[in-house]
């Protein structure tokens, strides 16, 4: 009994969680669609050459790119056999990337200004040991006053690495662990557990948070079957 509950618990933790892996089939060339166009908008903010053509072909290229995002999530072709918990990650995973392009192909064009990476201030204190607290070339701001502002990349790599990492951020944390995004909260920056100070630390607290919320999620479902409940009567 309790097996099964758990399993059912486990079902339903991996539709809402995550959805890709109970996605239909046919809704994912329509995802694959969007995701590429937002993808090459982002790369394209980066580069400062013909910057009104690139513009002009982010706004065309915005309207595709939420009808694909529209049809990956609101299509009426799906056969209905998932959970809701499906639906509902495929509807977030939609309204996050028509709200992305919207602020990537639109909003950013009113004032060009490009998200900019910040170096935390442990990273700005590393830098000056190295450089003797002379600024490192290439960055902005005054290292003594912890903010540190990192030039856009110009180089491929820089450039796929800078579009992969504001594509995936929400709240503007990065994948690397010296810097954050410019609009993050002042408290991303200067946030450093305990448990973050090795991958080991890490993954094991990052387990034993999970067999917590499975064991909570599991709790009110098992609980449930000590109890006999009446047949509804409508």
Not at 50 to 74: D, K, V
């Amino acid at each position: 009994m309790v097996a099964r509950s758990t399993l059912k618990t486990a079902r339903a933790a991996t539709a809402m969680f995550l959805p890709s892996v109970n996605i239909p089939f046919q809704a994912y060339p329509s995802f694959i669609i969007g995701a590429n166009i937002l993808f090459a908008c982002i790369y394209s903010t980066t580069i400062t050459t013909n910057r009104r053509l690139l513009a002009l072909s982010r706004m065309a290229l915005s309207i595709p790119g939420t009808w694909a995002f529209i049809r990956f999530a609101w299509s009426y072709g799906y056969t209905r056999d998932h959970s809701r918990g499906t639906y509902l990650g495929m509807a977030t995973m939609s309204l996050y990337g028509i709200m992305k392009l919207l602020e990537v192909c639109w909003i950013r064009e009113l004032d060009d200004e490009r998200p900019r990476w910040v170096l935390k201030p442990n990273a700005v204190r590393d830098m000056e040991k190295k450089t003797d607290g002379k600024p490192q070339p290439g960055t902005e701001g005054e290292g003594g006053q912890g903010k540190v502002v990192l030039p856009i990349p110009t180089d491929f790599r820089g450039r796929m690495a800078y579009t992969f990492d504001y594509l995936t951020t929400i709240r503007g944390c990065s994948w690397f662990a010296d810097r954050v995004w410019e609009f993050a909260p002042a408290y991303a920056s200067t946030y450093n557990p305990p448990w973050a100070s090795s991958s080991l630390a890490f993954l094991q607290h990052q387990l034993i948070s999970l067999v917590i919320q499975a064991f909570l999620m599991d709790l009110p479902p098992f609980l449930s079957t000590f109890k006999s409940y009446p047949p509804s009567r409508f």
